[in-house]
């Protein structure tokens, strides 16, 4: 979303679709000329097997009918730039023949990479089952790492041919900002500085709650109040067991999910969360203390993010030791007003995302529009 925002705002004659899974993505603000198509929602396991969210047809199925509407769409809108997120074919190969379609055409194509993918134990043959290379090699024409090589390069230790490793750009962090609207209707309960704690979709946020959770519970001093957002993914019953804990604590409240999680984190005074990209960004860009506790399964991105962010200065780290006792979180928690914040640490370009974002596409738009004009011309010379 805020890539899509950023893109039309800087840019007057350019429109943006997105294409996603998300069922909450109606729920966003999006600028005029932005606009999405709502394909059927896949989500990962945590054994690593994909399901379908919300249809009650097979995993195959569901991937098919992605595909079909992908293909249809990218056919008819016709884009001159095409990002495909994280997966270079998409989720199972979703992609591959729009990818295969959009080339022949002239489509300028770019692979947008968060700045950690996995391990690159796992994410080496990973890729080589999938057979990522000649995609990166003959599809894309730019890889666009959101990101600073500073923190991590997401392809570290996987064999990449120089010829890829030209297509590299490193763009910096995508910054957010809270939105010019009213303020969420939680924080007039909010009367005292408060920690955030955030597990972004709340699907595999049961473990981090629980941990914070009992914190407060065994003291009757916490350091801060805490406002929980839950989660749109947390089961309902897991969900309705935290609110009742929740109710007989009396500096602590809980929300399900906001659209203007940026608005929660501006207020708060320090943020708990799993540590994913998103949210990592938004720590970046509200300048808040942070305690990161990443999950490992089923993959490290978050705990690669977490360990070489907590390196650099720019958040606090802990790590799931599988016990969990109260007594470790409430001291975590007390240590975060000694945290320097993110600001406090010098990273050339860290927050330059969208800035370098604008450039390049730009760049790209300029060298469309010269090629047209040379087809024109050669075209035009030819009927003569």
Not at 32 to 48: S, Y
Not at 181 to 196: C, G, N, Q, R, T
């Amino acid at each position: 979303m805020v890539m899509a925002n950023s893109l039309v705002e800087q840019n007057q004659n350019l429109s943006v679709l997105i294409l996603s899974g998300s069922p909450i993505i109606g729920s966003f603000d999006f600028k005029v000329r932005v606009d999405f198509v709502r394909i059927p929602g896949i989500i990962k396991l945590r054994n690593g097997e994909y399901t379908s969210l919300s249809l009650h047809i097979d995993t195959e199925q569901t991937l098919a009918m992605r595909a079909s509407i992908i293909q249809h769409t990218a056919e008819t809108f016709d884009p001159d730039i095409f990002i495909v997120d994280k997966e270079p074919y998409g989720l199972k190969g979703e992609v591959t023949e729009t990818l295969e379609m959009l080339k022949e055409r002239g489509t300028h194509l770019v692979l947008g990479l968060r700045d950690v993918l996995d391990d690159p134990s796992l994410l080496g043959p990973e890729w080589q089952r999938k057979n990522v290379l000649p995609a990166l090699n003959d599809l894309y024409d730019d890889i666009w790492v959101f990101g600073v090589k500073q923190i991590y390069n997401p392809l570290t230790g996987l064999d990449i041919p120089a010829s890829v490793k030209r297509k590299i750009t490193y763009t910096g962090y995508l910054p957010r900002s809270a939105p010019a609207v009213a303020d969420p209707a939680i924080l007039s309960e909010m009367k005292e500085p408060y920690v955030l704690v955030t597990v972004g979709g709340g699907g595999d946020g049961d473990v981090l709650t629980d941990w914070v959770l009992r914190a407060y519970e065994s003291t009757r001093q916490p350091p801060l109040s805490a406002l929980f957002v839950l989660g749109p993914f947390m089961p309902p019953e897991t969900r309705a067991s935290f609110r009742e804990r929740i109710q007989k604590l009396p500096r602590v409240r809980a929300v399900t999910f906001d659209s203007h999680m940026e608005s929660l984190m501006q207020d708060a005074s320090a943020v708990v969360a799993m540590g994913g990209y998103n949210t990592f960004c938004e720590v970046l860009s509200m300048n808040k203390r942070a305690l990161i506790i990443p999950r490992t399964v089923p993959r490290l991105e978050q705990y690669i993010r977490a360990t070489r962010a907590a390196e650099a200065g720019l958040i606090g780290v802990l790590v799931d030791d599988g016990i969990r006792h109260s007594d470790t979180m409430l001291t975590a928690l007390r240590q975060l007003s000694q945290q320097k914040k993110p600001s406090e640490v010098v990273i050339p370009g860290l927050l330059d995302g969208l800035i370098n974002l604008n450039r390049l596409v730009r760049l790209r738009f300029k060298a469309a529009d010269k090629r047209r004009a040379l087809l024109e011309a050669e075209a035009a010379f030819a009927s003569d």
